[in-house]
């Protein structure tokens, strides 16, 4: 256990990435010790992403790219500002609001922050915001992406903890909510300490316009289940609703409607058992080909072909960590060093809240130096164990680590979005890094709702009869 780990951590300190430093440290393990055939490292590591539900992971990536070049960003911010532009702090609600947008498409908190984030900082700088506010309510922001789904971190939990993908994309909806508030708020509080006013007019009209995007979003699924309660079958009932609201976007052209039922058709299908999650990320890029090619005829061959390279790149990069996080984990078991780890944590406390505490402050130390993925593949084994002996659940569990593992992305060492935004922002990471420090703060106060009230995660879930 100590070759494995130390070897592990030796190559980190050496600045190999996270993959390369896993696969190194099994392979040293197992030569050293002798324990296992060295051919199991090939064996373990193809196992490690011979899974369906793994299919979700390029899809969502394609998804999130293709809604990027389809132009539905720019229609995603205007519709904010129409919406919540009038506020004080005005762009600092507009640039929220368009993560929770965006975040229903794309899964992940570094496409929001490279998609709509290079949008929004833009648009505050112009309007006299400092670039540090501007830069710090981003990444926060950001952090909304893998918490409402779809969620590529919720794929691969669910994928290692053997939990329903669907119960977690529920369980994410009403903290994501509650997240969207804390933060709306915290830019309420620097606009009344700075004397900001709003970055728009207040105009009944745009506010209207924009509410009565929402109201006919939100009235999409109640259409659907008057129709199925009045006796047509739910395909035809879809299908219906579906021609009538393209009917009605075609002819009013509305700023948002078709971005904001991505989620509605993800969920709507999921809990309808139309399709599963996997199958869910193959509808996101057919609606994402669907309104750039056909609805808003944004999108170019040469840009589809941009986006799909692109994410074969970023699929590599994710499988590749999933390949060798997955023969580190398998060692890290067969070492009894996660049943050490296991008994030492239980030596200590039998108390969930206690463990819950301790769990956060493991993953939250984690997330400084892993990639989200690698964590997750690593910990659940681990943790997991721990989680289901204690009656905590799985479901719930899924939900702190993956919010712990998102607050690990805004700061060093290895914090992707902080290095994303310092490029977008053309910012040093240093004053990234202190711009990001005073949104830690309701992040925090967030996490810390969602650990000690689970039924803020799981009264969803158990509505729809995916809870324990």
């Known amino acids: 256990m100590l070759i494995l780990l130390g070897s592990f951590l030796i190559l980190m300190v050496f600045g190999l990435p996270v993959a390369v430093s896993m696969a190194v ?24 992403v011979e899974s369906f539900p793994l299919l979700a992971v ?21 519709f904010a500002v129409a919406l919540v532009g009038w506020m004080k702090g005005g762009l600092g609600q507009v640039n929220i609001v368009g ?53 590529l971190p919720f794929v691969i939990y669910g994928m290692m903890a053997n939990v329903s993908i669907g119960a977690l994309f529920l369980g994410g909806l009403i903290p994501g909510v509650f997240m969207t508030l804390m ?31 929402v109201i006919i979003v939100l009235a999409f699924p109640v259409a659907v289940w008057l129709m199925v309660q009045a006796g047509l079958s739910t395909n035809v009932a879809i299908g219906i609703g579906l021609v009538v609201l393209l009917a009605l976007d075609w002819y009013f052209d509305f700023s948002a409607v078709m971005a904001l039922m991505a989620p509605v058709i993800l969920i709507g299908g999921m809990t309808l058992g139309l399709f599963t999650p996997t199958e869910a990320a193959v509808a996101a890029v057919i609606w994402s080909l669907f309104l750039g090619l056909v609805r808003y005829r944004s999108m170019t061959f040469r840009s589809l072909a941009k986006a799909t390279f692109d994410t074969i790149e970023t699929t590599a990069s994710v499988l590749f960590i999933v390949t060798a996080a997955s023969i580190f984990a398998w060692l890290l078991t067969v070492s009894q060093a996660a049943q050490l780890l296991s008994d030492a944590i239980l030596g200590f406390t039998q108390n969930k809240w206690v463990f ?45 680590m993956t919010l712990n593992l998102m607050i690990g992305l805004l700061h060093p060492p290895l914090g992707m979005v902080l290095f994303v935004l310092a490029r977008v922002s053309k910012l040093s990471v240093e004053r990234t890094t202190m711009a990001i420090l005073p949104w830690l703060v309701p992040l925090m106060l967030a996490l810390i709702a969602i650990t000690y009230i689970p039924e803020l995660t799981l009264w969803l879930p158990r509505q729809m009869g995916l809870g324990r």
């Not at 099994?26 to 193809?46: E, H, K, N, W």
């Not at 900082?121 to 918490?147: C, N, Q, R, W």
């Open 58 to 78: 390029p899809f969502f990536i394609l998804a999130g790219n293709l809604m990027n070049i389809a132009g539905v960003t720019g229609r995603i911010y205007s």
């Open 25 to 48: 440290a099994s392979l040293l393990y197992i030569l050293t010790t002798g324990v296992v055939p060295d051919v199991i490292v090939a064996q373990r590591m193809i196992a490690g």
């Open 183 to 213: 933060m709306m708020a915290t830019v309420a509080y620097f606009a009344y300490r700075n004397g900001w006013g709003s970055d728009t007019p207040f105009s009944w009209r745009q506010l209207g316009s924009a509410s009565i995007e």
């Open 99 to 151: 993560s929770v947008i965006f975040s229903g498409m794309s899964g992940t908190a570094i496409a929001d922050a490279a998609g709509l984030g290079t949008i929004e900082i833009k648009a505050m700088k112009d309007h006299g915001y400092s670039t540090e506010f501007s830069v710090g309510v981003t990444a926060a922001s950001a952090t909304l992406g893998p918490i409402i789904p779809p969620s």
């Open 356 to 400: 819950l505490l301790l769990a956060n402050i493991l993953i939250l130390f984690v997330g400084c130096f892993i990639d989200t993925i690698a964590a997750i593949t690593i910990l659940v084994p681990i943790l997991l164990p721990i989680v289901l002996k204690l009656g905590i659940d799985p479901v719930h569990f899924g939900l702190i």
